[in-house]
């Protein structure tokens, strides 16, 4: 009898979670539909999420429970959270510099530097140049004026900049809806393992218990990142050197485009019919230099002496068939 009673105490009180959780949706849903047919051009500087009060009336004589359950979600108001992230492309004198001045400018504004990487590029003529890239993160009411000392550190507009905004004030919304229904179906079953009579009602519980405590804390991690990627604006900004964008210059003239590209290609071409040349020089020539000395010397006195021995032979046979 109480393993039954137990178990109806389980059922009821999943049923209302998953009930509570539906609403919940369906509501959030439904605004979200409203607020854009309403005004799909503005965003407005608040976002209420007000909820709808859910009262459920369960009578489960059998249980033990009292005859009515209520569970009501409160009308909950939830400024907008916008997660704000930027990709910044500029030219530096010195690269490296620059890194570390925006790594201070990070911690001086309350944040810290997520990631940090310095290396050499080779530019088109092989020249080596150095290169660094940068992350960090800010906080976002301070977002606007880490852009604007990051864009200080060139002389110039940047190659490329991209902000984005992300809204997920319905997504936390939403969030805080399931915990607050998982939490109280957390608490009914506690009730409900306390008062167990018999260790298979209590691991019944349990089992259950267990399974809402993991949403639980998976709704907690996610709200965690919403929370903190919108406290803390993430800015990833690469630093290139100037030598890498200065275009080729011959003389007061700065071709452009294809023209560049064809005397880049000349260049580069006479510089590797040199370095053949270099090559053929200082290492073939030697090289068949010392082979001809290994081998041509003996190959050449052996030729000789062949020679040498032929003709001798021959000089003593015209001696004897000559008459005395």
Same mark, same amino acid.
């Given at each position: 009898?109480?393993?039954?009673?137990?178990?109806?105490?389980?059922?009821?009180?999943?049923?209302?979670?998953?009930?509570?959780?539906?609403?919940?949706?369906?509501?959030?849903?439904?605004?979200?539909?409203?607020?854009?047919?309403?005004?799909?051009?503005?965003?407005?500087?608040?976002?209420?999420?007000?909820?709808?009060?859910?009262?459920?009336?369960?009578?489960?004589?059998?249980?033990?429970?009292?005859?009515?359950?209520?569970?009501?979600?409160?009308?909950?108001?939830?400024?907008?959270?916008?997660?704000?992230?930027?990709?910044?492309?500029?030219?530096?004198?010195?690269?490296?510099? !620059?890194?570390?001045?925006?790594?201070?400018?990070?911690?001086?504004?309350?944040?810290?530097?997520?990631?940090?990487?310095?290396?050499?590029?080779?530019?088109?003529?092989?020249?080596?140049?150095?290169?660094?890239?940068?992350?960090?993160?800010?906080?976002?009411?301070?977002?606007?004026?880490?852009?604007?000392?990051?864009?200080?550190?060139?002389?110039?507009?940047?190659?490329?900049?991209?902000?984005?905004?992300?809204?997920?004030?319905?997504?936390?919304?939403?969030?805080?809806?399931?915990?607050?229904?998982?939490?109280?179906?957390?608490?009914?079953?506690?009730?409900?393992?306390?008062?167990?009579?018999?260790?298979?009602?209590?691991?019944?519980?349990?089992?259950?218990?267990?399974?809402?405590?993991?949403?639980?804390?998976?709704?907690?991690?996610?709200?965690?990142?919403?929370?903190? !990627?919108?406290?803390? !604006?993430?800015?990833?900004?690469?630093?290139?050197?100037?030598?890498?964008?200065?275009?080729?210059?011959?003389?007061?003239?700065?071709?452009?485009?294809?023209?560049?590209?064809?005397?880049?290609?000349?260049?580069?071409?006479?510089?590797?019919?040199?370095?053949?040349?270099?090559?053929?020089?200082?290492?073939?020539?030697?090289?068949?230099?010392?082979?001809?000395?290994?081998?041509?010397?003996?190959?050449?006195?052996?030729?000789?002496?062949?020679?040498?021995?032929?003709?001798?032979?021959?000089?003593?046979?015209?001696?004897?068939?000559?008459?005395?």
């Amino acid at each position: 009898m109480n393993t039954r009673r137990t178990l109806s105490q389980i059922g009821v009180v999943t049923l209302l979670a998953l009930l509570l959780a539906f609403v919940s949706a369906c509501a959030s849903a439904l605004q979200k539909k409203e607020a854009a047919y309403v005004a799909p051009m503005e965003m407005p500087a608040e976002v209420e999420m007000i909820g709808k009060s859910v009262v459920e009336t369960v009578a489960v004589q059998e249980a033990g429970l009292p005859s009515a359950y209520e569970q009501s979600v409160k009308p909950v108001a939830v400024e907008r959270m916008v997660i704000r992230n930027a990709n910044l492309s500029i030219v530096v004198a010195d690269p490296a510099a !620059s890194m570390d001045a925006i790594g201070k400018l990070a911690e001086r504004m309350g944040g810290y530097v997520v990631s940090a990487v310095l290396s050499q590029s080779q530019l088109e003529n092989g020249r080596e140049v150095p290169r660094a890239s940068i992350t960090i993160r800010v906080p976002a009411e301070r977002f606007d004026e880490a852009i604007q000392s990051i864009r200080a550190e060139s002389d110039r507009l940047p190659l490329n900049e991209t902000i984005n905004s992300q809204d997920v004030t319905s997504e936390y919304t939403d969030l805080a809806s399931r915990l607050r229904n998982l939490e109280a179906a957390e608490a009914q079953l506690t009730e409900i393992m306390e008062s167990a009579a018999n260790t298979e009602d209590v691991l019944s519980v349990y089992n259950e218990l267990v399974r809402v405590r993991e949403q639980i804390e998976v709704i907690k991690g996610q709200m965690q990142y919403y929370e903190q !990627s919108a406290a803390l !604006s993430a800015i990833s900004v690469e630093l290139i050197a100037n030598e890498a964008v200065q275009p080729l210059t011959i003389g007061s003239w700065q071709p452009g485009g294809v023209a560049r590209k064809a005397i880049q290609t000349l260049i580069n071409t006479l510089q590797a019919l040199v370095d053949v040349v270099i090559w053929l020089v200082l290492l073939v020539l030697p090289v068949l230099l010392a082979i001809a000395l290994m081998f041509g010397v003996p190959i050449f006195l052996i030729v000789w002496g062949v020679r040498l021995w032929r003709r001798r032979r021959r000089a003593r046979q015209q001696r004897l068939i000559s008459p005395e």
